[in-house]
């Protein structure tokens, strides 16, 4: 069963104050998420609620590193039910460009949809080993053409846009998923710098305010990964993968998904 989300919306009184005498509240660039909660507070996040911080970022490590892990072979068939359809169950969605592909067509030709590393693996050298490697909160199924395009790049805004791509956008530096992906792809890059701390053999993984990160275990830019986790809030699709990688593969869970304000929280 899907956590049971409810929103506790922030208050208006300091607007309506401003207001009330003459002035002007000045204009944000994003209204940070509401506060939420889940079925899963009491017993799964109990050791996190209320923290804030490091020491949230702490909490939410220890409690998403117990984790089974599974091989990347097996990732292919994990991708097949976490990102299948919802409204055709012999495809998944493709990232970046939004595309109901077959399943059937999982390869490397063009046409084919293989493993995307939203954390591209070469930031930190884990390459495909079991751990980062195959973590499915941050594979997915893209375009062959279009996951070759956007390579190692970092994440920032602006660019050309992507043959085939959904409204993507590329440049030398950086990759600009399709709006609808933007959100998907910040939390699992706060995901990834939040379970994997350098304590378990593999680098300490975090973002950063750069591109050209390159093989360091950085990707960027921080900033704007924040902004696109306001803009795009987690979606049905979102929240029911989590679910099936939670109940069916590794019985451990994206935090910004169920709590997409803990990302102010911590950054």
Known sequence: MLATRTHRWKSVALTTAAVLVGLTAPTLAATPAAATTTAYDSTYYKNAIGKTGTSLKSSLHTIISSQTKISYAAVWDALKVTDQDPNNSNNVILLYSGVSRAKSLNGGDVGDWNREHTWAKSHGDFGEVTGPGTDLHHLRPADVQVNSIRGNLDFDNGGST??????????????????????????????????????????????????????????????????????????????????VIYDTYQHNRNPFIDHPEWVEAIW
């Open 162 to 243: 992507v043959t085939n791509g959904g409204g993507s956008l590329v440049d030398s530096d950086s990759f600009q998923p399709r709006a609808a992906d933007k959100g998907d792809v910040a939390r699992m890059i706060l995901y990834m710098a939040v379970r994997y701390e350098g304590d378990d053999g593999f680098a300490d993984l975090e973002p950063d305010e750069k591109v050209n990160n390159g093989s360091t275990p950085f990707i960027g830019k921080l900033s704007v990964l924040k902004a696109w986790s306001e803009a795009d809030p987690p979606s049905a699709f979102e929240e029911k993968r989590n679910q």
